[in-house]
């Protein structure tokens, strides 16, 4: 597979297909960032599963709708979609060595170098690290007071980030600056003018990207051969399958995009977990017992692996909204998905959320019920690709269950401590990009039990 700057053009001869391009320069680019479900619904409606539609910059995309093209993208065992392709205009301009950003095998030794990072020992180290820098954060929570959850939970993972991912102390001037750097990376993520030009905001994103890089391949030597626990380090010890460690420019490109990635969804989940929990009041009760029943004050790792319901109602928060609401890919060939000749270098686009709404593949699916992922029902299985929050196939989400143990180590010590109340009659709009969430950063107030 290519490397991002040698890649051929984009096709954009997809007038074979039906659909709409949008405005001029900025094709569906606007209508997508208001409210990406609304987009894929109206899509599907009018013309179909596959229709075309142009973004940002007049690039031509092909969106594909439905589990089969899920599959046919994300397992794609005979390398008929790149990864790197379909991001090269997108996250290959911030984050052009990351994960997601590699093909083949690159990504497979980089994965591979990374897996002992996120297997269970592991995994059990970080939940000792995660607890004081939670309950430090919940205990300074207002209490009988209205407050924006979000800018809340922003900075406690930010904390969670610095600590666990970069081994520094949370509340140093050091961790405060790469806390404000990573922010100012993202934002380039979402800017509708992604153009390296003067007082733009990817100009700043850019170099805000390359302090960062900065400061990871300066302390690279620092951290090869110590014993820290974090990510970070982790990554600098670890070696490819001839006993050599990753290089410099791999590190910094996969510590910077799971720093993106992790933090990002968890965020997005956490936030939209406390809104359908704040909703649905009997759920709350449901996982508040399930906390009261463990036996230890502090959880353990196993503790929270049998939290079920907790569980469930994180995966049916993410059937709403994952924490990214489209994949992309890019065919490497000529291929027929589904009955539909798709050709050569040609940019698709899945969408998960409106997956998980079909009612093809859930039952009664915009009514909240978690129980939907339990054994008896267990609905996500259906269709072995109608079920996608973390993406699939060889690129699915390395860190998927730091971000649910995270996640439920967090809902066990806020709810059994505090009640969720949300305003009388709530229904706030969502924000689908840059993260999913209610648009006003979900206002609630938190009541002792």
Request: glycine share 6%.
């Amino acid at each position: 597979m290519s490397d991002l700057s040698t890649l051929a053009p984009d096709n954009r001869d997809l007038s074979m297909f039906p659909g709409e391009y949008g405005l001029p320069f900025l094709g569906k680019t606007i209508e997508f960032v208001k409210d990406t479900l609304a987009m894929c619904n109206k899509h599907y409606e009018r013309f179909g599963p596959v229709s075309r539609l142009d973004m940002v910059k007049n690039q031509r995309v092909l969106m594909c709708l439905g589990p089969e093209f899920n599959e046919a993208t994300l397992f794609d065992p005979k390398g008929n979609f790149s990864v790197a392709g379909g991001y090269a205009s997108s996250l290959g301009g911030l984050y052009p060595d990351g994960m997601l950003t590699r093909d083949d095998v690159k990504h497979k030794r980089t994965r591979r170098a990374s897996q002992p990072a996120f297997k269970n020992d592991a995994l059990k180290t970080y939940v000792d690290m995660l607890i004081p820098i939670q309950e430090r954060r919940i205990q300074d929570l207002p209490i009988n007071e209205e407050f924006i959850f979000y800018d809340n939970i922003q900075q406690t993972l930010m904390d969670v980030a610095a600590r666990v991912f970069i081994g520094l102390d949370e509340l140093s001037p050091e961790a405060k600056r790469l806390g404000y750097l990573f922010s100012e990376i993202n934002e380039g993520l979402i800017t509708p003018l992604p153009y390296n030009l003067p007082f733009l905001q990817y100009r700043k994103s850019l170099k805000a990207r390359e302090e960062l890089r900065k400061f990871f391949i300066d302390n690279i030597p620092k951290r090869r051969g110590s014993d820290g626990l974090d990510m970070f380090t982790r990554y600098c010890n670890a070696k490819d399958e001839d006993g050599l460690y990753l290089n410099d420019i791999d590190i910094d490109g996969h510590i910077a995009f799971l720093l993106f990635a992790a933090f990002d969804t968890t965020t997005s989940a956490l936030t939209n977990i406390l809104y359908y929990l704040g909703k649905n009041l009997d759920w709350q009760d449901k996982v508040r017992n399930e906390i009261f029943d463990v036996k230890n004050e502090m959880p353990t790792f196993d503790d929270l692996a049998e939290m079920k319901l907790t569980e469930y109602v994180f995966q049916e928060t993410l059937r709403f909204y994952p924490s990214v609401m489209v994949l992309n890919r890019r065919t490497t060939r000529d291929v027929n998905v589904a009955g539909y000749d798709i050709p050569a270098n040609t940019v698709v686009m899945i969408s998960p959320p409106f997956t998980h709404r079909m009612e093809q593949w859930w039952d009664d699916p915009y009514t909240f019920d978690p129980m939907r992922f339990s054994p008896e029902r267990a609905e996500h299985k259906r269709h072995g690709f109608s079920y996608v929050p973390f993406g699939g196939g060889a690129h699915k989400c390395i860190g998927m269950h730091f971000a649910m143990m995270n996640a439920k180590l967090y809902l066990f010590r806020l709810l059994k401590n505090y009640k969720i109340n949300l305003r009388s009659n709530y229904n706030p709009a969502f924000q689908h990009v840059h993260l999913p969430r209610p648009i006003d950063g979900l206002p609630l107030t938190l009541t002792r039990i």
